[in-house]
């Protein structure tokens, strides 16, 4: 069952955080701008409210809240209702496929990398963006998620079983990167994006389908 509940009823919360941590967002988007180009066939699962989606040139998102789909339509991404373990999706129908913080609301993740595979075209690349639990930032999350009305359902994964997560259903690793380095509230700049894992509170990977 989709964890949509809190996106429903919280929206505007979840958007001023972006605006409050707006060095952070910004450091998020900059890692994903690393390896997401805009013109290919790409799909982000997840989209939430479109607040990745647009910037990085993404036309098209999946999402089982309403109410964020409806904000994500607003932004100009053609937004499907679904849920990320059964893709409404022809096999093949994808250059790129993103999921940002998304899997960690997921009911099912290896059904989820399986239909991550199925839809992406041979070459098509699967680009995965979360709090990495192994981090320091990642071990604050998860000491406090019963205390936010977004991560108290939510269920942390480290680099490693995500990557894993991915290679086991066919894909192979490309790169692993990350960035927010430090706590949230000591965050004013937007930060670099470094190679590797464990350091920054976000990581990015990206895999290949062969």
């Known amino acids: 069952m989709a ?3 809190p996106f429903d009823q919280y929206i505007e919360q979840y958007e001023q955080w972006f605006r409050d941590y707006r060095a952070i967002y910004e450091s998020e988007l900059a890692a994903l701008a690393q390896i997401i180009r805009p013109g290919l066939a790409s799909l982000e699962v997840g989209v939430g409210s479109g607040l990745f989606a647009e910037p990085l040139g993404i036309p098209q998102g999946l999402e089982p809240s309403t109410v964020m789909a409806a904000r994500a339509r607003e932004r100009g991404i053609k937004v499907d209702q679904g849920t990320a373990e059964a893709l409404p999706y022809e096999d093949g129908s994808f250059d790129l496929t993103l999921m940002v913080t998304a899997i960690c609301f997921v009911d099912d993740p290896s ?3 399986r239909e991550l595979f199925r839809v992406l075209k041979p070459g098509g690349r699967a680009v995965m963006g979360f709090v990495d639990q192994d981090s320091p930032l ?4 998860e000491t406090f998620k019963e205390q936010n ?3 108290k359902d939510a269920t942390f994964y480290g680099a ?3 990557t894993t997560l991915l290679t086991r259903v066919g894909f192979e690793l490309l790169s692993v990167r990350q960035t927010v380095f430090g706590m949230l509230d000591e965050i004013g700049e937007v930060q670099g994006v470094r190679a590797g894992h464990g350091e920054g509170g976000f990581v990015v990977i990206e895999a290949v389908k062969p």
């Open 3 to 5: 964890r949509t509940a």
């Open 111 to 113: 059904a989820t990398a």
């Open 138 to 141: 990642g071990e604050v999350y």
């Open 149 to 151: 009305v977004f991560y």
């Open 160 to 162: 490693d079983e995500v």
